[in-house]
């Protein structure tokens, strides 16, 4: 059953979705149930304000409905053997189709308007009262933020929230006027982002607190994705209708530039932030918080009500960061000796299974490919999955495993092979003694499957946002709770990504920032190991110069999608790096996957109907219905094909 949520872009007055602050260590703030102009004249009122901000990241990253609308139906993930409709129809294969009253796409729009307005109540009044701007472009940021994630996903959206445009609006409207791209841009993104980069303090004010850094990201993102939009390579429609010219007299050329320089700026001067060092560090839980994250929903262990959720189940909803769930498949199937041996443990190689999500074989073999040099593979998937059977009080010092050979706790049960091994696999006709359809392969202690044998049902798990806790003891912990980690929503690393896309298209660059020089630091970065995520031993090795020495002489803007695909997989990015660059339809559609049965090793293409209309998302039809407008308004409202 798909969920729907019905919401007014406008209210009379906002709900804050503040339990209290991002994390314990920042923005303590009680809650409040309405905002009034004067409220935002007060430094309490800022404070409350920009809290509700922060906390708004929560019931976007991390909520896995949104999550699946970015990655499924991309080439980064199908939908997984237990997926219901909210999967199927986002991954145009024909198991299910997009439509207005699809949950998934509908869950920003309903989101962020309220966020919008109480962005424009602080913007609107804090200034009268001596509130540093400082602390008034945190609250511009965010509105450019939410702007620039509805122009991407819908098009052209409403700046009029019913008191006029980029107004605080404290009456109920229901009638809404839709502005162009253009318009969106140029009046409320550009401006906004602007004003944070020439105002936000260079270190973050709180921990997790947007920065200088982090607007010129997002200021360079947008001038990056304005740009393709003035270009418009491959033809895709755009609502509401406009000529695709800048109303500021820029052409394309000049927005790549700006992308360029704006990245450049950031890198050049990055103030408390820049890149760890190795791609393991980003990811690892021990590390959250680290100097490359520039903005992330926060979530925390020590108090369910600075978590906004449980401590001990998950919801399945908002504020829970159960995103993570979504491509973790069934391991607490897997049996040696009869017994579970891979119990469910709230560890980041494990945590809850819900099989909704499945990479695809295509990863495995294509984005990455380069299993030796690279760390990110490695630092993205669990590809070993250990016995851990002791932690639930089983007390066997070994169990039985592929071939009749004992395994100790901490032991490999299963292993996902980096490649097609030179013996075949002896796979069983089912689930077999395993039970999870795994493989054999001559004197070894662990079951295998190869690349090619991974499946809807089975296949290795998304580490890098598997959950992380310090208070589980020596047992289990909680692993049916939400991940209380941080959910990482901008990196500064994609200030190089942004840059050498920029300069790819043709943007004049500065001596050492060449297109290949600026991803061969990503690339370096990856070729430096410390650790061996999946075979659990510490690992230092630098392969930086194999790493650049692999890079081709010029690179394009595919291969920078698939390095942006390497540094971030599974974070949420992939569709708009598809719609931004218009190669969805050329990079996603068709991909191989085995079905959704134990035992089930075959690969079998599947073929994606991506049409150009699909390049932005329905409004939501809960939207349209609850507006007081004639019916051809409505119709006129909703992005052609979607009526």
Known sequence: MKLIQIKTIVATALLTFVLGGCNDNILDEQPRSIYEPGYFKTEKGVQGGLTSMYNHLRNLYGQAYYYNSLITGTDE???????????????????????????????????????????????????????????ISEARFFRAFDYFLLVQTYGGVPLDLGAGELKFNTSTSRFSVRNTVPEVYTKGIFPDLIKAVNNLPAAPRLTGTVTKTTARLFLAKAY????????????IPTYPETTRVDPD????????????????????????????????????????????????????????????????????????????????????????????????EAEQHLGRPWVRMAPTINVFEKTFADKTNDSRYDGTFTTVYRGNWNKAGNTSATLNNANGLPVAPGGAILTFLDSEPSTPITYPSGSGANNVGAGELPGRSDYVISPRGISRIVYPGLWKLGPYRTDSGTGLGQ???????????????????????????????????????????????????????????????DNSAAMIAATPATIDVNYILEERSREFYGEGYRWFDLVRTQKWEELASSYEIGGASKGNHTPIK????????????????????AMIMTPEEKKAYQNPSYN
């Not at 990056?224 to 033809?235: C, E, G, I, K, S």
């Open 77 to 135: 993930a199908t939908y997984g053997a237990s997926a219901d409709g909210n999967f199927k129809d986002m991954d145009l294969s024909g198991a299910g189709s997009i439509i207005s009253t699809s949950y998934p796409t509908s869950i920003l729009w309903s989101t962020v308007f309220p966020n919008i307005n109480t962005a424009s109540g602080v913007i609107e009044n804090a200034g009268e009262v001596g509130i540093a701007e400082s602390l």
């Open 224 to 235: 990056l994705t304005y740009a393709w939009w003035l270009q418009n390579p491959n033809n």
């Open 249 to 344: 007299g820029h052409d394309a050329a000049w927005y790549f530039q700006q992308a360029y320089n704006v990245a450049v700026d950031g890198i050049e001067s990055p103030g408390a932030n820049g890149l760890v060092a190795t791609y393991y560090d980003v990811n690892v839980g021990t590390n959250d918080r680290n100097k490359e994250m520039l903005l992330y929903a926060d979530h925390t262990e020590k108090s369910e009500v600075y978590n906004g959720s449980s401590l001990t189940y998950g919801s399945g909803g908002a504020p829970d960061n159960f995103s993570g769930w979504m491509m973790t498949w069934n391991y607490p199937d897997l049996k040696s000796s009869g017994v579970n041996s891979v119990q469910r």
């Open 479 to 541: 692993p049916n709770a939400g991940s209380t980690r941080p959910f990482p929503v901008a990196k500064f690393s994609e200030l190089y990504f942004v840059a050498a896309e920029a300069a790819v298209k043709g943007a004049a660059t500065k001596a050492g920032k060449s297109a290949r020089e600026l991803i061969n630091v990503i690339r370096a970065r990856a070729g430096k190991w410390r650790f061996d995520n999946n075979g659990n031993v510490a690992k230092v090795a």
């Open 606 to 625: 599947v073929n994606r109907t991506i049409l150009k209309y699909q390049y932005i998302r329905p409004i939501p039809q809960g939207q349209i219905d």
